[in-house]
């Protein structure tokens, strides 16, 4: 199989084009700056938000991966829009010019807009995004079903929840550092999908070997209710600790969150919302629709977690 994968270099793209390499596959990588992946693969430098791939890297492809933009990033709203939506939407224009038969863009859950419910939504559980990288991600989205929903090239809108793994950095990190620390136990409550990085992977490659007519749009978890609780549980016992004690009242780590959003200057409860909040997401629709099923929990990958957070 030919593929190109965009943003290659980051946590999703290293991991795929890694599995792509040792199945065989022939991979075009490309990256912003052309960094070398962790194994020495060359990546070609493009900036999506001013220029698109040439047609002589399009031609003659089975599928492209645009795994591409800005995720979280203290950033201006415009280039949010200008990478996430409109390189997005140009760069589906350009794969559908040269014939590719395939495009699997990564979106994400953020895609759908804040929780109205503590139960599982499904992929029609919208509302607009209020925040500068979900609304990004949701005009893209639009635009790729206004556009080519009618289109001879198939396109696979992938919503991941929370993506983990080894090397992830960002609050399971933070985490797995305070945990040995001697963080003590988190209050219960509040639950979030999550969905480990070699399991988006697999998903993916699945993925680029279907032809489907028209645009599919699916939540990729795995399928299991994460509490802040559980994980520290988990991320304990995988370096033989015992359960810690909660003697923190929730009081406190509320206090501790707010104080912590202060201090690096963003809105109240963030982090504590984060920690204790519910986001819960379905993959029902894709297990229906494909063959691929998840394999790893959180619990499998806490031992290397915790090795990192060294």
Same mark, same amino acid.
């Given at each position: 199989?030919?593929?190109?994968?965009?943003?290659?270099?980051?946590?999703?793209?290293?991991?795929?084009?890694?599995?792509?390499?040792?199945?065989?596959?022939?991979?075009?990588?490309?990256?912003?700056?052309?960094?070398k992946?962790?194994?020495?693969?060359?990546?070609?430098?493009?900036?999506?938000?001013?220029?698109?791939?040439?047609?002589?890297?399009?031609?003659g492809?089975?599928?492209?991966?645009?795994?591409?933009?800005?995720?979280?990033?203290?950033?201006?709203?415009?280039?949010?829009?200008?990478?996430?939506?409109?390189?997005?939407?140009?760069?589906?224009?350009? $794969? *559908?010019?040269?014939r590719?038969?395939?495009?699997?863009?990564?979106?994400?859950?953020k895609?759908?807009? *804040?929780?109205?419910?503590?139960?599982?939504?499904?992929?029609?559980? $919208?509302?607009?995004?209020?925040?500068?990288?979900?609304?990004?991600?949701?005009?893209?989205?639009?635009q790729?079903?206004t556009?080519?929903?009618?289109?001879?090239?198939?396109?696979?809108?992938?919503?991941?929840?929370?993506?983990?793994?080894?090397?992830?950095?960002?609050?399971?990190a933070?985490?797995?550092?305070?945990v040995?620390?001697?963080?003590p136990?988190?209050?219960?409550?509040?639950?979030?999908?999550?969905?480990?990085?070699a399991?988006l992977?697999?998903?993916? $490659?699945?993925?680029?070997?279907?032809?489907?007519?028209?645009?599919?749009? !699916?939540?990729?978890?795995?399928?299991?209710?994460?509490?802040?609780?559980?994980?520290?549980?988990?991320l304990?016992?995988?370096?033989?600790?015992?359960?810690?004690?909660? !003697?923190?009242?929730q009081?406190? !780590?509320?206090?501790? $969150? *707010?104080?912590?959003?202060?201090?690096?200057?963003?809105?109240?409860?963030?982090?504590?919302?984060?920690?204790?909040?519910?986001?819960?997401?379905?993959?029902r629709?894709?297990?229906?629709?494909t063959? !691929?099923?998840?394999?790893?929990?959180?619990?499998?990958l806490?031992p290397r977690i915790?090795?990192? *957070?060294?």
């Open positions: 199989m030919k593929c190109l994968v965009t943003g290659a270099t980051g946590f999703i793209g290293r991991h795929l084009c890694q599995q792509l390499l040792a199945r065989g596959d022939s991979v075009t990588c490309l990256s912003l700056n052309g960094a992946l962790p194994d020495g693969t060359p990546t070609l430098p493009v900036d999506l938000s001013g220029a698109m791939p040439g047609q002589e890297l399009l031609h492809l089975d599928v492209v991966f645009h795994l591409a933009g800005i995720a979280h990033q203290q950033a201006p709203v415009s280039a949010y829009l200008e990478l996430n939506e409109s390189a997005t939407v140009q760069l589906a224009r350009q $794969c *559908a010019a040269a590719v038969p395939r495009f699997v863009f990564l979106s994400s859950v895609a759908m807009g *804040a929780m109205a419910t503590r139960e599982e939504r499904n992929e029609l559980d $919208c509302l607009e995004p209020g925040d500068a990288y979900g609304l990004s991600k949701w005009r893209a989205e639009e790729l079903r556009e080519f929903s009618a289109d001879p090239m198939s396109i696979v809108i992938l919503r991941p929840a929370l993506v983990y793994g080894e090397s992830a950095k960002g609050n399971l933070l985490l797995a550092k305070a040995r620390a001697g963080l136990r988190p209050p219960a409550g509040g639950a979030r999908s999550m969905i480990a990085v399991d992977v697999d998903l993916l $490659c699945v993925l680029a070997a279907q032809s489907l007519p028209g645009v599919s749009t !699916w939540i990729a978890t795995d399928g299991e209710h994460y509490t802040t609780r559980r994980i520290y549980d988990q304990r016992a995988a370096v033989g600790r015992r359960m810690g004690r909660a !003697w923190l009242p009081g406190a !780590w509320r206090l501790a $969150c *707010a104080l912590l959003d202060l201090r690096r200057g963003r809105p109240a409860d963030t982090t504590y919302e984060k920690l204790f909040g519910t986001e819960l997401y379905s993959n629709a894709l297990l229906t629709s063959s !691929w099923r998840p394999q790893i929990q959180l619990e499998q806490a915790m090795a990192a *957070a060294k």
